[in-house]
């Protein structure tokens, strides 16, 4: 084979690979959520939960419906700060977290190692790989990533700022040790409204993180 045969074929098979890859900007994910059973004894309403995550360029915003108590995570990646609102029962408070808290947060997140494994399977129509995360305590926890979805902005959830791909299944470890599985049942791939992202002005009571634990 020639010199510019060669250069050639390999061009080609470099921009296939590079064309497989679709690099996401906005895009609407849900998932269901699988709750250890020791959860669901103690509250039977908590079956069903859902986790919703919207991404639009540098905005990401997490619905987590665990349908006694709504959380909802806004993340400004570009301002490097997180707004946390909850509604418990018509409860709605509202926690911010600066520059400082979202640095020392990701730092955490950054410490999390990914080891891609060679099994794949579908889940949400997309081919995804799994790959074990260990958290810098040394806990472990699995996840299947889409390996053709690649989020433009890779702090759109922290938790897998080293991650591949978009993860469309994966493991939240709770406090207890046990492990609650999300996975994904619906991907949407469409430009995402900027107002999804606006914090509330009115309709909820401001409060520090310790105020909170406190009540």
Known sequence: MSNRLLLT?????CTGTLLAQRVISDAKIVYKMELPPEQLQMDAMLEGSTFTQYMRGPLSRIDMNFNIVHYTYLINSKDETMTTLIDQHGNK????????QYEKDLKQYEGIKFQDQEEIKKVAGYDCRKAIGTM???????????IDLVPEN??????????KGIPLEFEILTKTGS????????VELYP????????PKTGYKEVSQKELQNM
């Open 9 to 13: 074929f390999t061009f080609l098979c």
């Open 93 to 100: 408070y509202l926690i911010r977290a600066g520059k400082d």
């Open 136 to 146: 810098p305590d040394g806990k472990t926890f699995e996840v299947y990533y889409a």
């Open 154 to 163: 890779k702090q759109y959830n922290r938790r897998f700022v080293n991650l």
């Open 179 to 186: 492990k609650t599985r999300v996975i994904a049942v619906k």
């Open 192 to 199: 995402i409204p900027a107002s999804y992202f606006d914090v």
